[in-house]
């Protein structure tokens, strides 16, 4: 069957680092996207990664590798506003989308 | 500002009963999709449509339906036949209906059994 595991639960202190890990097992591979969701809001886009690599943008980082089925999302500076869920999906082989259950974030001052 | 509105916020159905769930969008876009959401659990599909007057069934589509009657317009009934509705319901939009596009999210509709 096809698979994204993501920590449940997060806690970090505003201003450092935090690390959000992806690994995926899925029926082929075509893109693994990272989307931000405040509770009862909507998801929003953060990034999409098709290629090895690490992609910045601003304070948010996405890093892939296909190899592995791994991704993680990494935030930097962080802000009171970054509390929220972050989603991993990935793309599989039929073009379909496979959801992680996310990964609740939880910033402390 | 484009975007997708979807209404109500907030939405309790009764035993036996039908609702409807409006989405609506302003973007242009050719595909749009129904997700449902549960606690600890991934974004589930429901159905989608990539052009008026065709949609397909995804993964959880018993005791729901649809209609795209308008390129703008996608609103979900859940039947008296989903037995376990509560749930956050999302709609959501990409251009053209391809996988890797990234999706544009209505804000969400709760919907909770009394």
């Known amino acids: 069957g096809q698979n994204i595991d993501q920590p449940t639960e997060m806690t970090a202190t505003e201003g450092a680092i935090v690390q959000i890990n992806c690994t995926y097992q899925?029926?082929?591979?075509?893109?693994l996207f990272w989307y931000q969701q405040h509770a009862g809001e909507a998801p929003t886009f953060l990034s999409y990664n098709v290629l090895d690599g690490l992609e910045e943008k601003g304070r948010f980082s996405s890093f892939l590798s296909r190899s592995k089925g791994y991704s993680y999302l990494l935030l930097k500076e962080l802000q009171m506003k970054d509390s929220a869920s972050y989603l991993c999906?990935?793309?599989?082989?039929?073009?379909?989308?496979?959801w992680g259950a996310g990964t609740k974030l939880i910033i402390k001052p | 500002d484009g975007g997708i509105t979807q209404s109500p916020k907030y939405l309790f159905r009764k035993e036996g009963q039908n609702v409807t769930l409006s989405c609506e969008q302003n973007?242009?876009?050719?595909?749009m999709y129904w997700y449902r959401q549960d606690p600890g659990q991934g974004l589930r599909l429901i159905y989608y449509?990539?052009?008026?007057?065709?949609?397909q069934k995804g993964d959880i589509a018993e005791g729901y339906s649809v209609s795209r009657e308008k390129k703008e317009s996608f609103p979900l009934t859940v039947t008296s036949a989903q037995k376990n509705p509560t749930a956050f319901y999302l709609c959501a939009s990409t251009e053209t209906g391809q996988g890797y596009e990234k999706l544009f999210f209505g804000s969400g509709t709760q919907l909770s059994v009394l």
């Open positions: 899925t029926s082929g591979f075509n893109g």
């Open positions: 973007l242009n876009h050719d595909a």
């Open positions: 999906a990935v793309v599989d082989s039929n073009y379909q989308l496979i």
């Open positions: 449509s990539q052009i008026v007057n065709d949609f």
